[in-house]
């Protein structure tokens, strides 16, 4: 039952139009960034590398497939928790506001276990907009400026990985971003139970995010303690699988940050859930 319900779920996402502006303004944004770097991508590049050109020499293809979704995910990952609470914002209230809620609530199921299918659904949903974004970013980029080896400028100056290497960075770099995504998903679906309208939940996490990121990079030191456990702060963790050596500390962190906050939310989501007056 709990499966068929999750399904259902899953259904109920899809049968919504909203549901797919992420997809449309992800292939829109990729291309007309794929587009611009095809067509002027070598004065970015010389531009970016021409504090280095004076003492390095540089060689093969640098505008390649690898760099392209590299700049891709930085320019546009910070973006994407708006597209995921656009949806995931609507899985309670949305229901509440339309009263098929009630309805829902008199099948044999419990309400902890239709809860955890509609987040089970959110982060289907979260994961499908992520893979887009990697087949976009990396296979698109790829057939249009082929493989090469991929530099990274940080704050230890540059960073050259060779494409061999790079595989497996992407893969985890985007196992990492999609557990700050379903951060959000759950976010907005824990304030989703506390509202009966779609707008408060949507509007309200992406404030909290935004109220967040400003404690996160403003550099005051009464924030300082409180700076490493916003989840915000480890939302670009992902950078950190390009770097050499691979900071395994830092990344652990950020892991781990982000479980304790889904795993909290869960928990505020479940008890307002069960507690909620379906009546009124």
């Known amino acids: 039952m709990f499966w068929k319900s999750t399904y259902n779920e899953f259904i109920k996402i899809a049968a919504k139009p909203r549901s797919y502006i992420s997809l449309a303004a992800i292939t829109v944004l990729v291309s007309v960034i794929l587009f611009a770097m095809k067509v002027d991508g070598q004065s970015y590049i010389s531009f970016i590398m021409s504090s280095f050109e004076q003492t390095m020499s540089f060689e093969g293809n640098m505008l ?24 995931t914002g609507d899985l309670v209230s949305g229901e509440a506001a339309m009263g098929t809620i009630r309805m829902l609530l008199t099948k044999p199921i419990s309400r902890t276990q239709i809860l955890l299918s509609k987040l089970l ?60 995504l379903i951060t959000i998903a759950t976010l907005a679906t824990t304030l989703s139970c506390f509202s009966e309208n779609s707008i408060g939940p949507i509007v309200s996490t992406m404030a909290i995010i935004i109220f967040f990121t400003i404690i996160g990079t403003l550099d ?61």
């Not at 590299?70 to 708006?82: A, D, E, N, T």
């Open 64 to 87: 390649n497939g690898y760099l392209m979704a590299f700049i891709i995910l930085q320019m546009l990952i910070i973006h994407i928790p708006l597209l995921v609470a656009l949806v």
């Open 121 to 180: 659904a959110g982060y289907a949903y979260t994961l499908v907009i992520l893979l887009w974004l990697g087949i976009m970013a990396i296979f698109a980029s790829q057939l249009l400026f082929g493989i090469g080896d991929l530099m990274v400028l940080n704050s230890d100056g540059l960073v050259i990985l060779q494409a061999n290497d790079l595989p497996w960075r992407f893969v985890c770099g985007f196992g990492v971003s999609y557990l700050a």
């Open 220 to 280: 005051v030191a009464v924030f300082d303690p409180i700076r490493p456990f916003l989840f915000t702060t480890h939302m670009m963790a992902w950078r950190s699988f390009f770097a050499d050596p691979l900071p395994t500390d830092a990344i652990l962190q950020s892991v781990a940050v982000l479980i304790a906050h889904i795993v909290g939310l869960i928990g505020i989501a479940l008890y307002q859930f069960n507690k909620k007056d379906i009546l009124s």
